[in-house]
């Protein structure tokens, strides 16, 4: 089972949130357990002393000089590789390009129920409470801090390959702290759609010509 580092709560810098699923349980696997999470992009340094942390975290865990093992897996994520691969299936990357980028999660909801709906607990700026009721405020691509605990634990090696010391990071809650531009997802199919003059009666005139357009 993993070890945490239960006590201490780190509240990350602002950072632009990429993707999430803070009000939801998202399955991304189907052997994984349910989860709330959250992806954010980070300008280059700006981790620099919870990295830090991390590598403190490491060493209390494993002994001195565990921090130093190049197997040391500590998931902070280059976004220009990330846009890369992104770009090479044909996706949108630029959010990722030049950032560095953090994921964080927890099967606890709000009340500490683990498994269970109804999110975490999400703040506005002013610090009031942004409910699955007006969750449309907390958008991908709104900034955001988020408070986290490390997580220490042994990654179990697969294929052959030996078991890794490993971290992770356990989302607490977030904040909104700002707007800005949002992001389309996978999820957000307005991307698709173009305004239409007229609105509903152009929808009337083309019902009225018989729907389908027969081919030339």
């Given at each position: 089972m993993p070890d945490t580092e239960a006590a201490k709560q780190h509240l990350l810098p602002e950072g632009r949130v990429i993707n999430h699923s803070v009000f939801k349980l998202d399955q991304y696997d189907e052997k994984a357990a349910p989860r709330y999470t959250i992806e954010i992009a980070y300008e280059q340094g700006v981790l620099d002393d919870f990295w830090n942390a991390c590598l403190d975290a490491a060493d209390a865990k494993w002994g001195e000089g565990a921090s130093e093992d190049d197997t040391l897996i500590i998931p902070f994520m280059d976004g220009d590789v990330m846009k890369e691969k992104r770009e090479a299936k044909g996706k949108s990357g630029d959010a990722y390009g030049g950032m560095q980028v953090l994921r964080a999660s927890t099967q606890f909801n709000k009340d500490g129920i683990q498994g269970a709906e109804g999110g975490i607990q999400v703040f506005a700026a002013d610090t009031s409470?942004?409910?699955?009721?007006?969750?449309?405020?907390?958008?991908?691509g709104c900034m955001a801090k988020i408070a986290v605990t490390i997580n220490t634990y042994v990654s179990e090696g697969k294929h052959g390959n030996p078991d890794q010391n490993a971290i992770s990071f356990y989302l607490s809650a977030v904040q909104k702290v700002g707007d800005g531009e949002k992001l389309v997802t996978s999820s957000d199919r307005s991307g698709l759609f173009k305004p239409v003059a007229g609105g509903k009666k152009d929808g009337a005139e083309k019902a009225a010509t018989g729907g389908r357009k027969k081919r030339a």
């Open positions: 409470e942004i409910g699955i009721a007006n969750q449309g405020e907390f958008y991908q």
